[in-house]
């Protein structure tokens, strides 16, 4: 199964694939909690939680921050948006 084309909306993802994406940019999946994942760059953490109508993106860990930025996505956005807005950190 192939990943939709990046400019399809996130909730037309089958959730299968939403967690191989997350897999694929580097993503670790919580043991206990499955709907939370882990991103790390070398400037900043992250924790993912796929909630039921969007996806929340709280950055951790920030240089020079004492306190954690949180965002959060609707799932109407696209792929590609949705990774062009995580991955470019807080």
Known sequence: MSLPPATTPLYNHPLPEIERWLIDSGGQQDKNDLH???????????????????????????????????????????RQDVEDAIFAGP
């Open 36 to 78: 939370c994942w882990y991103l790390q760059r070398p400037d900043w953490k992250a924790e993912v939680w796929l909630d039921i109508d969007q996806l929340t993106v709280r950055y951790f860990g920030l240089v020079g921050e004492e306190r954690a930025v949180q965002r959060s996505f609707k799932y109407s956005l696209s």
